[in-house]
Nanobody
Framework: QVQLVESGGGLVQAGGSLRLSCEAS????????MGWFRQGPGKEREFVAAITRLGSNTRYADSVKGRFTISRDNAKNTLYLQMNSLKPEDTAVYYCAADRQLYLNTIATTYDYWGQGTQVTVSS
């Protein structure tokens, strides 16, 4: 079992940048495909990005493609999400998640472990 803790959220103006981190403990991060999801006010949790175990492949939601970059440092047991050109509609609680499967799944229910989330607020 792995425990996940997100950090790096905050308040930023539109057009700004933030870098989220997700630190894993309990089990090595390289065991899992990793993903980022978000849940905005009054919305369902939605897929943002995913990355394979060794970081060789990634997948993004259309809404963030070209603006967000997912990466991982397995030596540091940490997952990252670099978010640039932020928009007010990016406002949400962001969650990292670990998946024991090999595929870059976009469905939240396929992920096995979740962090507690970190709030990102983008002002206009």
């Amino acid at each position: 079992q792995v425990q996940l803790v997100e950090s790096g959220g905050g308040l930023v103006q539109a057009g700004g940048s933030l870098r989220l981190s997700c630190e894993a403990s309990g089990r090595t991060l390289s065991t899992y495909t990793m993903g980022w999801f978000r849940q905005g006010p009054g919305k369902e949790r939605e897929f943002v990005a995913a990355i394979t175990r060794l970081g060789s492949n990634t997948r993004y939601a259309d809404s963030v493609k070209g603006r967000f970059t997912i990466s991982r440092d397995n030596a540091k047991n940490t997952l990252y999400l670099q978010m640039n050109s932020l928009k007010p509609e990016d406002t949400a609680v962001y969650y990292c998640a670990a998946d024991r499967q090999l595929y870059l799944n976009t469905i939240a229910t396929t992920y096995d472990y979740w962090g507690q989330g970190t709030q990102v607020t983008v002002s206009s």
